[in-house]
C-alpha cells in the first residue's frame, strides 16, 4: 500500500491520531496528552470504527497511567481499572473498545510487577501489541477474502471499515485492497451513511487514494444501483457479531442487507476475532448507541430540520444473521449456521 496518513500512530511513547471529523477536507494530526483527551476524541468520532477505537483506547489508557508510574502495585491496579472503565464509557456499541481495555487490565494484573514502573512497562507492551496484531489481522481477512472479488466486479459498502477505522488494510476494505494488488479491476460503490458521512468522505477518500475505482452514492441510491445490476457483492464491516451471528454495523447496514437478499446478492461481513463476541447471545442483547440530535437536525453546521423537532438518532442497526451470506474473519470464511460455527472457530 501507499504510505498514507494513518489513523493512530505511536512515536516516542506519544499517542498521535488523525483527526476524522476534517476528513476529506483537513489532514490533521493530534497528539494526545490527557486521558479526557482520547476519551474525548473517540466520543467525538476523531478516531473511529470498531478496531481503531480498541487500538485507541488501549493506549489511552497508557496516556492515562502515565502519571502513576510511581504508585505500588495496588495503587496502580485499582486506579488502572477506574480509567479503563471511563475509557470505556466513551462508546457503548463496538465491543473492541472494552475487549482491548480487558486485554490491557488483565495483561497488567497478571504480570508479577510489584512496582508501578514494571506495570506501567507492561501495559504499554500490551497496547503496543494489540496495535502490531490488529495490523496482521486486518491482512489476514484481506487474504481470506481477496478471491471473493474477481474481474468487473461491482461491490458496495455501507459506513466506512477502511484503513482509518482500523491500524491498516481495514476489515471490509483489505479484501478490496488486496484484489487491488494483485491486478484484479472492479468498482466500489460507497454508501454516503447519513448521518455523519463516513462513506463519502471517508471510504471514498481512501479507496480514491489508493488508485480503487470507486463512487460514491447517497443511501437512498443502494436499491436503484442494484437493480441496475451494478452490483455483485456487498462487503461490510462490524462492530460486534453477536454469537449467533446477528451483526451491528453502522445504521443503514440492516436496509443494504433486506436489500442485497431481493436482488439476490451476496452480503459478506468482514470481522476480526476481537470483533466476535460471543458472550452476547443475539444481536437483542447488543447495546445501540443513540447519538446527539444535532447529527440529523444539522447537515454539516447548517440546519435542515425544524427547530424544537423531536429526533432520534440510532448510531449502528442490527442485521438479522439470515442475510448474511457468510462472515470473513481472520481464521478463514465462516459459513451458518453462524451459532455452532462462530463457537467451533472462536469458541
Ligand atoms: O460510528 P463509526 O464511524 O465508528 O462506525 C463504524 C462502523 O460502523 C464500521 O463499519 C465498523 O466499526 C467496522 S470498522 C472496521
Not at 104 to 132: C, N, P
Request: charged content about 20%; some cysteine.
Amino acid at each position: 500500500m501507499t504510505k498514507q496518513a494513518k489513523s493512530i500512530e505511536w512515536l516516542d511513547n506519544k499517542l498521535y491520531l488523525l483527526d476524522q471529523t476534517r476528513l476529506p477536507v483537513e489532514v490533521e494530526v493530534e497528539e494526545q496528552t490527557s486521558v479526557e483527551q482520547v476519551w474525548d476524541s473517540i466520543k467525538q468520532l476523531k478516531v473511529r470504527g470498531a478496531p481503531a477505537i480498541g487500538v485507541a483506547g488501549a493506549y489511552g489508557l497508557v496516556v492515562a497511567m502515565r502519571s502513576h508510574a510511581d504508585a505500588d502495585r495496588a495503587t496502580f491496579l485499582a486506579e488502572l481499572k477506574t480509567q479503563a472503565a471511563y475509557l470505556d464509557s466513551s462508546r457503548p456499541t463496538a465491543v473492541n473498545l472494552s475487549w482491548a481495555l480487558k486485554r490491557a487490565v488483565s495483561a497488567v494484573e497478571s504480570s508479577s510487577g510489584t512496582d508501578g514502573r514494571t506495570l506501567f512497562t507492561a501495559l504499554t507492551e500490551t497496547a503496543e501489541a494489540i496495535h502490531r496484531e490488529d495490523i496482521q489481522l486486518c491482512k489476514q481477512i484481506g487474504e481470506n477474502g481477496a478471491s471473493l472479488i474477481t474481474e468487473g466486479m461491482g461491490v458496495l459498502t455501507h459506513c466506512n471499515a477502511g484503513r482509518l477505522a482500523t491500524s491498516e488494510y481495514g476489515t471490509a476494505t483489505a479484501p478490496m485492497y488486496l484484489a487491488h494488488e494483485r491486478g484484479v479491476n472492479f468498482s466500489v460503490y460507497s454508501d454516503e451513511s447519513r448521518p455523519l458521512l463516513q462513506g463519502a468522505r471517508l471510504t471514498a477518500w481512501e479507496l480514491q487514494q489508493a488508485g480503487i475505482d470507486v463512487y460514491t452514492i447517497t443511501d437512498n441510491m443502494a436499491a436503484f444501483v442494484m437493480q441496475q445490476g451494478l452490483i455483485d457483492m456487498v462487503i461490510v464491516g462490524t462492530d460486534r457479531v453477536a454469537a449467533n451471528g446477528d451483526v451491528a454495523n453502522k445504521i443503514g447496514t440492516m436496509g443494504v442487507a433486506i436489500l442485497a437478499r431481493h436482488f439476490g446478492i451476496p452480503f459478506y461481513v468482514a470481522s476480526p476475532f476481537s470483533t466476535i463476541d460471543l458472550a452476547t447471545p443475539t444481536g437483542d442483547d447488543i447495546v445501540i448507541e443513540e447519538r446527539g440530535e444535532d447529527e440529523v437536525t444539522h447537515f454539516g453546521l447548517r440546519r435542515t430540520a425544524p427547530e424544537g423537532i423531536k429526533v432520534r438518532n440510532p448510531a449502528f442497526d442490527v442485521t438479522p444473521n439470515e442475510f448474511v451470506t457468510a462472515i470473513i474473519t481472520d481464521r478463514g470464511i465462516i459459513e451458518p449456521p453462524y451459532d455452532v460455527n462462530l463457537k467451533k472457530t472462536f469458541g
